[in-house]
């Protein structure tokens, strides 16, 4: 029974440790409700580890600006318009147009209290901005009950080509050929198990009845 619980526990490991290769950071939400990336925090609060991401291929999301950590970000807009598009075609057609009109005024008004220093805006669309922050800035916006979610910009869009898709099918076909490998190794070591017990039963009952 020992064994069999030993077995167990090496198959269950084995299996996450094939499917979860890295540890992702977690989305929070701030007391008014804005989600964030936990990461993000913590790269403020830590240059060391502000540092180390920086120095990754491909990162994106941090900047050193006078020995101050900055952020880029995507700020989406919580929807307090309460506009509900339903009806016709084009009475929802109006409604969405409606819709977009209340975001866009509202981005602006926003954008108004955040330009100036510790804040740079990258652009913005009908229901988000994108923007270069400071830690004091970030801890405003997270707190802004008129936002939804600040979503970090880490890395650089990745473009996958025929090669990448290959590479990654062939990936997870190796990782099922070796997950069904090792719950069959479990199944004959139990079956051996069983039927050594058995075998054990067995020759207990035939000494007793001679």
Excluded: C
Excluded at 125 to 145: C, H, K, P, W, Y
């Amino acid at each position: 029974m020992v064994i069999k619980r030993k077995l167990s526990f090496i198959i269950l490991f084995l299996f996450l440790i094939s499917f979860i290769s890295v540890a992702s950071s977690e989305m929070i939400s701030s007391p008014a409700g804005v989600t964030y990336d936990s990461d993000l925090l913590k790269a403020f609060e830590n240059k060391n580890f502000a540092n180390s991401l920086i120095k990754q291929e491909g990162f994106i999301g941090l900047e050193i600006i006078n020995d101050q950590t900055w952020a880029r970000v995507s700020v989406t807009l919580r929807d307090n318009s309460g506009i509900i598009v339903t009806g016709t075609k084009e009475e929802r057609r109006e409604l969405v147009l409606k819709k977009v009109e209340w975001t866009t005024g509202e981005i602006e008004i926003i954008l108004k209290d955040y330009l100036g220093e510790g804040f740079i805006l990258r652009g913005n669309s009908s229901s988000s901005f994108g923007a270069l922050v400071t830690e004091e800035r970030f801890n405003q916006l997270i707190n802004d009950t008129r936002i939804d979610s600040v979503n970090w910009i880490s890395n650089k869009p990745e473009l996958i080509d025929a090669d990448t898709t290959t590479k990654h099918y062939l990936i997870w076909i190796y990782l099922s050929i070796f997950i069904v490998v090792l719950l069959a190794i479990f199944f004959i070591f139990y079956k051996k198990m069983h039927s050594g017990k058995n075998k054990s039963k067995r020759n207990k009952i035939g000494n007793k009845k001679t």
